[in-house]
């Protein structure tokens, strides 16, 4: 069955350091999508992207944050500038449209960041 | 404000017993109902879904989920656990007022059976 791949499994990072977190989606996929979840909370939704720009974000993904279809085949999360409150674990999804069955996202490993 | 509340927070339970854990969500209008689950070490993968018809919705490995417009719920249920479904569970929701497909999920539930 076809997956989400992610990588680095594990990032550990300096604050003030800037991190780049990999995705390679599912190949024929057209949605994508970030998620993060602080160590005893929710899993939140950061960004959505489609057709090579972000459809929605939310509250939580401010100037800090950029994603980006470098080519083909991978998505990528970057922080600027880490604070200690970004150390998270960090989930890409993708999905085939945005209603109905087509909904159905698809989640990789996850990359879960440490920032010291 | 619009939530997904998951009401178990750590369910402790011995095989063959049932299973049913609460979701209950805020959002009105048309939604879509998702119950993911996580075993350790793994990824989320889909349990089951509900977009519309029949609310009562068969998932994987046993697993179903009753979905009731009048109490905004879509409990999660198995009527005989076994050890290998120790893992957290999460319930999500795709509003209907977004059109990109966010999900909003519920805080998870942890469970854990006995053998």
């Known amino acids: 069955e076809p997956e989400v791949t992610q990588t680095p499994s594990h990032q550990v990072t300096q604050m003030g350091q800037e991190v780049i977190l990999r995705c390679v989606p599912i190949?024929?996929?057209?949605?994508f999508y970030w998620y993060r979840q602080i160590l005893g909370q929710k899993v939140e939704f950061l960004v959505s992207?489609?057709?090579?720009?972000?459809?929605?974000k939310s509250e939580i993904f401010d100037d800090q944050f950029s994603v980006e279809r470098p080519d083909g085949s991978n998505f990528t999360l970057k922080i600027r500038s880490t604070k200690l409150e970004d150390s998270a674990m960090y989930f890409c999804?993708?999905?085939?449209?945005?209603?109905?069955?087509?909904?159905?996202?698809?989640f990789g490993a996850g990359t879960r960041l440490s920032v010291l | 404000a619009q939530s997904v509340s998951q009401h178990n927070h750590h369910v402790i339970l011995s095989e063959a017993a049932s299973l049913e854990l609460g979701c209950n969500y805020s959002?009105?209008?048309?939604?879509?109902l998702f119950w993911y689950v996580q075993y350790p070490g793994q990824h989320l993968q889909l349990l089951l879904k509900?977009?519309?018809?029949?609310?009562l919705v068969k998932g994987i490995k046993g697993f179903e989920a009753e979905f009731i417009k009048s109490k905004f719920s879509f409990n999660l249920r198995k009527p005989s656990v076994q050890w290998s479904d120790t893992a957290e569970y999460f319930c999500?929701?795709?509003?209907?007022?977004?059109?990109?497909?966010?999900?909003?999920f519920g805080q998870g539930t942890t469970l854990q059976v006995k053998p």
């Open positions: 959002y009105g209008g048309t939604v879509n």
């Open positions: 509900y977009f519309s018809g029949d609310p």
């Open positions: 999500a929701v795709n509003p209907g007022s977004s059109n990109t497909g966010k999900l909003i």
């Open positions: 190949s024929n996929h057209l949605y």
């Open positions: 999804a993708s999905s085939l449209g945005t209603s109905g069955a087509k909904n159905i996202q698809y």
């Open positions: 992207f489609y057709n090579n720009e972000i459809s929605e």
